[in-house]
């Protein structure tokens, strides 16, 4: 079984994209598509989507872009400033603004209100918060969202990681989502791996990183 810890999994996707020239919106689409696969369709009609605006929030929203083009019912919220959002967020953003108007900031008690009350319009969550990179302790809004979403105790399925989990399984960050189901982007996460409550939920996908990628900072 092949592990990687936050570092190693991010020295991966920066020589994929920076070195290789894997686009990463190719990589964002294959990780949104990985999740829908793994989606019961048949049960799953409505979705909430909760974004940052960095990577992991990126899958979401290509996620919802791909749940919007076959007639699912998503709300979209973001938590985080959209002015400083990773280039793949902004181009599935302006797609998702073109598929549903139920798109929505969390930056206020009042928005936290809405949110709390919106979330029993869905029977499904999508984490999309936080991924591997995190390494700080999870604070303010992001774990009043977090703490939400366990609150709700509705059916939920987090992005490579459970928002607020250490990928290297050495801290204790605070918050972090409850998932139902993870699906954990090409390489099992350590810390993932060594929780049996969350490794028992975590199903690992294919994103297309070349293998070439993977050997150069892994032993396999």
Known sequence: MLLVDRETMQKIDNFAINELKIP??????????????????????????????????????????????IGKNC????????????????????????????????????????????????NTIIDGIFGTGLNRPVSGIYANIIDLINEKNIYTISIDLPSGFDANGQNNYGSYVDSDLIVCMQIFKKGLYEDRYFRDKTVVCDIGLPKIAIEKFTEI
């Open 75 to 122: 709300y979209i919220y973001i938590v985080g400033n959209k002015n400083k959002a990773s280039r793949d967020f902004i181009i599935n953003y302006n797609a998702c603004k073109n598929l549903t108007k139920e798109i929505y900031s969390i930056e206020t008690i009042e928005d936290m209100d809405f949110l709390r009350e919106n979330l029993d319009k869905v």
């Open 24 to 69: 990463s919106l190719c990589l964002v689409e294959r990780a949104a598509l990985s999740v829908m696969d793994n989606i019961n369709l048949d049960i799953r009609q409505t979705f909430a989507i909760v974004v940052s605006c960095g990577n992991n929030g990126a899958d979401g929203l290509a996620l919802a872009r791909n749940l919007l083009a």
